[in-house]
């Protein structure tokens, strides 16, 4: 069974740092591409940083470029996604994705709120 778990959000002031974390279970975690979503109220989901399954090319959001940096470590199968400089803009449920050929799954969201 497959399990996605994302921790770490919460709620900071502008400028402020946050670093979200994602335990994946139930997979052979090197075969998959892994991502942060996020989805704010009345906004359609977004990606905001994606790793390839081979662990060596990461896209990062425009709106988020030179902010936010994703990591993974294999051998703890967990993600990470370090927030900096964080804006009111990037208010929004947080959600972790581990994605294959035929194979989809997300976590349950973790909130992320920025306060002006």
């Known amino acids: 069974q497959v399990q996605v778990l994302e921790s770490g959000g919460g709620l900071v002031q502008t400028g402020g740092s946050l670093r979200l974390s994602c335990a994946i279970s139930g997979l052979t975690f090197s075969s998959y591409a892994t991502g942060w979503f996020r989805q704010a109220p009345g906004k359609d989901r977004e990606s905001v940083a994606v790793?390839?399954?081979?662990?060596?090319?990461?896209y990062y959001a425009a709106s988020v470029k030179g902010r936010f940096t994703m990591s993974r470590d294999d051998a703890k199968n967990t993600v990470y996604l370090q927030m900096n400089s964080l804006k009111p803009e990037d208010t929004a449920v947080y959600y972790c994705n581990a994605r294959s050929r035929g194979n989809n799954y997300w976590g349950q969201g973790t909130q992320v709120t920025v306060t002006s």
């Open positions: 790793i390839n399954w081979g662990g060596d090319s990461t």
